[in-house]
């Protein structure tokens, strides 16, 4: 028993060495975490593009409707440009940064978090050309499917998809409409006019999905088969919430009073906003602008319920991996981890601010308890886990080299300009070697439920990043770095 006390005794230094390494890279992470975005660039790249290996793509994007749609973000490991989980990752980017822009600032990282909103939200512009038309996807998820081919080669179908008056999609338009309203908070200080033109399209987006309601997949139902909507009542009380953070206007105030507050929810995502809309309200009310009472009340007790279950004092818990992750669901976990750490992250600023804790079943929870459970699930993440391995991408000594990235597992254009085919790209996806190109800054989809990864190119469901979740670890990593 002696020598077992011992040598956990000794064991202390080193854990405390591997925490700490862990925390003083926070800097280093955040870094990679917006490079990540630059390598998921569609269109014409810039001339201070850092993500070298990548060259300009799909550049005839829109082409098919007259409109130029060659900018924006391919989701995942494809070449899609899926609108509705695009949208939410602009609003998530745009949120970290409006909470947190001196902390990025000081990390001289503001500049580069403000061209990843902007490369999103001037491709929104170009889609949303008149007040009731949105393009809401380019390319076909099922053709770039059965492919495997780098972005500058792309020879599949790039169809582009509209929701307007008589086809709606009131999900993906207020969402839009979230997005354009976060980000011209984010771009007020540094680009005022740039911030107008971002409101006007905000304003007339959340118009267009109130006076036209309906599921954007029964309108483009290319998209349903990949990011289907459960509603849109989360969505409409969302863009409200931003846009009155972003004008202060009574009419905004009013939808929420109104609208469906969405009881306690067990996650924040792409497809379910309600626990955003519910903390922007409970700042609100903490701040004394909304009454403690009614509506607003409900808001904030809805979302108290679902931080307390997060940070393991609610009556029902968020289920965690045996090594410590929060664990939601087995396809992309760690995107579902990063956003309800960016909800957790901003709620103990809030709280700070109004001097406030928070009551939860299991006890009393201070912001201090907020930020040090964001902190755990960042460790995590970035490596002190049992695995010892990061799931960012490039971070770390360890980390997955068989991401599920098509353009970062085949050799780079610039290497070698000869075009890579369809059906010819899988000799480099059943390759058994590291992906020549390193996908810096990419989260993939995580361990298992048991802390288990397998790093393999095939394993979509662990080694496959999005930007979605990418987008909500920038403001938390800005928040802990």
Same mark, same amino acid.
């Given at each position: ?74 989701? &995942? ?5 899926? $609108? ?21 600032? /000081? ?39 059965? +492919? ?20 709606? $999609? ?120 909304? /009454?403690?009472?009614?509506?607003? /009340? ?9 931080? +307390? ?105 610039? &290497? ?24 810096? $800054? ?9 802390? &288990? ?17 990418? /987008? ?10």
């Amino acid at each position: 028993m002696a020598s077992k006390t011992l040598l956990l005794l000794a064991l202390i230094p080193f854990l405390l060495l591997q925490k700490s390494c862990v925390a003083t890279d926070r800097g280093l992470a955040l870094t990679k975490s917006l490079l990540f975005f630059e390598a998921q660039r569609s269109g014409k790249l810039p001339p201070n593009q850092r993500v070298t290996w990548r060259g300009d793509s799909a550049l005839n994007d829109g082409k098919d409707n007259g409109v130029d749609l060659s900018g924006g973000y391919f989701d &995942a490991g494809d070449n899609v440009k899926f $609108g509705f989980p695009f949208a939410y990752s602009l609003t998530a980017i745009a949120w970290g940064v409006v909470e947190f822009s001196s902390r990025l600032q /000081a990390k001289k990282e503001l500049g580069n978090a403000l061209a990843a909103i902007r490369w999103g939200t001037d491709y929104l512009i170009h889609a949303h050309p008149q007040p009731d038309v949105l393009y809401v996807e380019v390319g076909d998820g099922s053709s770039d499917h059965d +492919c495997w081919q780098r972005p500058e080669d792309m020879s599949t179908p790039r169809p582009s998809y509209k929701i307007d008056s008589s086809h709606p $999609g009131s999900d993906v338009a207020a969402e839009s409409a979230a997005a354009l309203a976060a980000a011209s908070i984010a771009f007020k200080a540094s680009d005022p006019k740039y911030s107008g033109t971002l409101l006007t399209h905000a304003k007339q987006l959340l118009d267009f999905a109130r006076n036209h309601r309906g599921l954007y997949q029964n309108s483009v139902p290319q998209a349903g088969q990949f990011y289907s909507s459960s509603g849109d009542d989360d969505e409409i009380v969302w863009a409200a919430a931003w846009l009155h953070r972003a004008t202060g206007e009574q009419t905004y105030l009013d939808i929420l009073s109104s609208g469906n507050n969405g009881g306690v929810r067990s996650m924040f995502s792409w497809d379910d906003k309600y626990v955003g809309a519910q903390l922007l309200v409970a700042k609100l009310l903490l701040e004394g602008k909304v /009454a403690n009472s009614g509506p607003w /009340a409900a808001y904030k007790n809805n979302v108290d319920m679902f931080v +307390c279950s997060v940070v393991q004092k609610g009556n029902s818990n968020v289920q965690k991996s045996p090594g410590g992750i929060l664990w939601f669901l087995p396809w992309a976990n760690l995107q579902y981890v990063t956003s309800s750490m960016l909800v957790v992250s901003a709620y103990a600023d809030y709280l700070s601010a109004a001097k406030a804790t928070l009551s939860c079943p299991g006890g009393s929870v201070s912001p201090q308890d907020l930020i040090s459970f964001a902190n755990s699930q960042v460790d995590y993440i970035l490596g002190a886990n049992p695995r010892a391995m990061s799931y960012m991408v490039g971070f770390g000594t360890k980390y997955p080299v068989q991401v599920h990235h098509r353009g970062a597992s085949i050799v780079s254009i610039k &290497a070698d300009h000869k075009s890579v085919g369809c059906k010819e790209g899988f000799d480099w996806f059943n390759r058994n070697s590291p992906n020549p190109n390193v996908l810096d $800054g990419a989260l993939v989809g995580g361990p298992d439920a048991n802390d &288990a990864y397998t790093d393999s190119r095939s394993n979509y469901q662990q080694a496959e990043p999005t930007i979605a979740a990418n /987008a909500a670890l920038v403001g938390v990593l800005a928040r802990l770095a």
